[in-house]
């Protein structure tokens, strides 16, 4: 049974500071690992796929990577800024599109 | 080209009602998940379906839930009898293919949140 692990459960940095979350999982073999911004009473914002064939994606001040032998992944932040304020959502997608999802990273970023 | 919609997004229901949540994928979309998110907990994967198929319910409890993707129209996933313990938030997800190739997102919509008094 896949299980995925987020550390730390929650977070407080101040504006500026480059930050890591992390992601465990226990099965690798999965065909993708996502992760979602989840903002307060609110949805799922897609911020990055990689591919199990993969080592890293990036998108602006995002750079997440995937080292699936071990089972982890982690997303960077770059230059945080307070509307980075969410909970970010790692999901792996390990087959039939069912994606399982961690807890959660409750980040607060103060200015 | 709007995203994955859901209505309604706020639900009130008395302990023995009938809850429908629906769901209208993006567009060009024909795979429809439904997860749901318990308060304190994490989201968990309830039911995948595409057009008038439902491909794996493996997460849907055995009874008085049910959904349903036809061929026109949303997707509706339907709680009979409702209890106190069904008070979630519903996610749905779209996508454009099966998932299998380790290409596709999934496209969350806003959620309905579910109150059962």
């Known amino acids: 049974k896949q299980e995925v692990t987020q550390i730390p459960a929650a977070l407080s940095v101040p504006e500026g500071e480059n930050l890591v979350l992390n992601c465990s999982f226990t099965?690798?073999?999965?065909?993708?690992l996502q992760w979602f911004r989840q903002d307060p009473g609110k949805g799922l914002t897609s911020l990055l796929l990689?591919?199990?064939?993969?080592r890293e994606q990036t998108s602006g001040r995002l750079n997440a990577s995937l080292d699936k032998s071990s089972g982890r992944s982690t997303l960077y932040i770059a230059a945080s800024q307070p509307g980075d304020s969410a909970t970010y959502l790692c999901?792996?997608?390990?087959?039939?599109?069912?994606?399982?999802f961690g807890a959660g990273t409750i980040l607060r970023v103060k200015s | 080209n709007a995203g994955v919609m859901q209505n309604p997004r706020h639900l009130v229901r008395r302990r023995g009602q009938e809850a429908r949540l629906r769901c209208s994928p993006m567009?060009?979309?024909?795979?429809v998940y439904w997860y749901r998110q318990l308060p304190e907990e994490g989201l968990k994967f309830m039911v995948y379906?595409?057009?008038?198929?439902?491909?794996?319910e493996s997460g849907m409890p055995k009874e008085r839930f049910s959904a349903e993707f036809p061929k026109e129209g949303p997707s509706i996933l339907r709680i009979q009898q409702v209890v106190r313990g069904d008070s979630a938030a519903y996610f749905c997800?779209?996508?454009?293919?099966?998932?299998?190739?380790?290409?596709?997102?999934?496209?969350f919509g806003p959620g309905t949140r579910l109150t059962v008094l």
């Open positions: 567009k060009g979309h024909s795979h």
């Open positions: 379906l595409q057009k008038e198929n439902i491909i794996d």
């Open positions: 999901a792996v997608n390990r087959y039939g599109n069912k994606l399982v």
């Open positions: 997800a779209s996508s454009s293919t099966s998932g299998d190739t380790g290409t596709d997102t999934q496209y």
């Open positions: 990689i591919q199990s064939s993969q």
């Open positions: 099965d690798s073999a999965i065909y993708n």
